[in-house]
């Protein structure tokens, strides 16, 4: 059974943030609010714990979060917000967390986002982080770790950069990341009424700012619909009350089916990205991809 503190989470989500994905609009007007108040800055409190530093690439901020005790392994964390929501205080705490537990470097780049930016703008500027990041690390010291839509660009990332022959990194950690988006997947449409969080009409409507003109079908959007088979070992967390898990229940399949090793972990009750949130079920989360990453 859920925590009491995880089920006041989701009704607190169902009757705030939902509202930006039912409809065009909605979804609109939390972008153009979310712009006077976000700041893509690191809480002070975490310049206390550990360093970080940033940089500039496409005149874009990165920072590398580093823990007292580095080892060679890093992690490029990519943060969710559907593809048009700034970075927040639940992704810089996972980055540091993560950074502090493993005694990884996080590398975290503030990318261009829509309808400022398009997906080609994000990830010229992603793939760019990623080859300065193998001028001083070897690929199979480096996890490609993202959430929501940032877990759809981690694996979007490792099909471009096959195509390149940019290596993969030794693993993902995807966090009920978007890998279908084209959303047509009638049990999604039926599981939207159920998710707390998200919805179609709002979903719809970020993936049109992100990618206008393109098909939702293409691979570099749905990357479920790509070449599967160049994907790293991967640990893929999704909740049972996200409308995005029937698609990701899908994608493990098809990725096993062409040699992946993937890890699912489907969370009974639990909503979008819930391992981001400080409560059992999140700290249960964040205990499992320290275990993997460690493995």
């Not at 490029?76 to 996972?94: D, K, P, Q, V």
């Not at 979007?156 to 047509?184: F, K, Q």
């Not at 707390?196 to 990618?211: F, H, M, N, S, V």
Request: hydrophobic share 45%; charged share 20%; aromatic share 8%.
């Amino acid at each position: 059974m859920s925590s009491l503190h995880s089920r006041l989470v989701a009704l607190i989500i169902k009757h705030s943030r939902k509202r930006a994905f039912t409809s065009p609009e909605n979804l609109k007007r939390w972008i153009a609010s979310s712009r006077r108040s976000q700041s893509h800055e690191p809480p002070l409190k975490l310049a206390r714990r550990l360093t970080i530093r940033q940089g500039m690439v496409h005149g874009f901020p990165v920072y590398e979060v580093m823990p007292h005790s580095a080892g060679a392994r890093r992690i490029l964390y990519l943060h969710g917000g559907a593809f048009c929501f700034e970075i927040t205080s639940y992704h810089w705490f996972l980055a540091a967390e993560m950074a502090e537990r493993l005694g990884m470097r996080v590398t975290v780049p503030i990318y261009p986002i829509a309808p400022e930016h398009d997906i080609h703008a994000m990830f010229d500027m992603v793939l760019d982080v990623y080859r300065a990041m193998l001028r001083e690390s070897a690929a199979e010291n480096i996890v490609f770790m993202g959430d929501s839509a940032g877990g759809n660009m981690a694996v979007v990332m490792t099909m471009m950069g096959a195509l390149e022959g940019i290596p993969a990194p030794a693993r993902h950690v995807l966090i009920s990341p978007g890998l279908d988006l084209t959303l047509r997947n009638e049990v999604v449409r039926q599981m939207a009424a159920q998710d707390p969080w998200l919805d179609i009409p709002g979903g719809l409507e970020a993936i049109r700012l992100y990618a206008p003109g393109l098909d939702r079908g293409d691979w570099r959007i749905s990357p479920l619909y790509g070449d599967l088979s160049v994907l790293p070992k991967t640990l893929l967390l999704t909740g049972t009350r996200d409308m995005l898990t029937p698609d990701n229940i899908i994608f493990a399949e098809r990725a096993r089916e062409v040699g992946v090793d993937v890890d699912l972990v489907l969370e009974p009750d639990m909503f979008h990205v819930w391992p981001l949130v400080d409560m059992p079920e999140g700290r249960r989360a964040r205990d499992r991809i320290v275990a993997y990453l460690q493995g």
